[in-house]
C-alpha cells in the first residue's frame, strides 16, 4: 500500500502535497484510499513484539480490528477507481465479504461456546 501511495505522490502528483490534498477532497475514491491508509499507520506502528507487551494484548487485539474498516475502505475505494465494467473490484470485493463473513460465523461460535460454558458451570 506504501508503494501504491508513493507511485501516485511521486508519478502523478510529482510529490505535491497541496495537489494532494485537492484530490483528497475531490475524489471519493482518492478519500477512501487516504482513509484506508490512515487507519493502518496505527496497525504499522504497533505491530511488533514490544507495542504487544506495552499495550497488553487485550488493547493491542482491540486496535487492529481497524483491519476491518481499512480493508472495507480499501475495497471501495477500488470499486471507485474502477473505470466501466471491471471484474477485479468485484473479485476483491467477494473474497474481502467470504473472509469477514467467516470471521462473523468463528465469533458467533467462540460467543455461544462461551456462553454454553457459563451456563453448565452454574448449574
Known amino acids: 500500500m506504501c508503494l501504491h501511495l508513493a ?3 511521486g508519478l502523478d502528483l510529482f510529490f505535491s502535497l497541496a495537489k494532494l490534498w485537492k484530490d483528497i477532497v475531490k475524489r471519493t475514491y482518492i478519500t477512501l484510499g487516504m482513509s484506508a491508509f490512515a487507519l493502518l499507520i496505527p496497525l ?3 505491530s511488533t513484539n514490544a507495542s504487544i507487551r506495552r499495550l ?3 488493547r493491542w487485539a ?3 480490528t481497524l483491519i476491518y474498516p481499512a480493508a472495507i475502505l480499501a475495497v471501495v475505494h477500488h470499486v471507485f477507481m474502477a473505470k466501466g465494467f ?3 473490484p468485484l ?3 467477494a473474497i474481502l465479504f467470504f ?3 467467516w470471521r ?3 465469533w458467533q461460535r467462540k460467543n455461544t461456546a462461551q456462553k454454553g460454558n457459563r451456563i453448565s458451570k452454574s448449574s
Do not use: D, E
Request: net charge positive; glycine share 12%; proline share 4%.
Open 7 to 9: 507511485s501516485y505522490l
Open 44 to 46: 504499522a506502528l504497533t
Open 56 to 58: 497488553g494484548p487485550r
Open 62 to 64: 482491540r486496535l487492529h
Open 86 to 88: 471491471q471484474i477485479m
Open 91 to 93: 473479485v476483491h470485493g
Open 99 to 101: 473472509l469477514l463473513g
Open 104 to 106: 462473523v460465523v468463528k
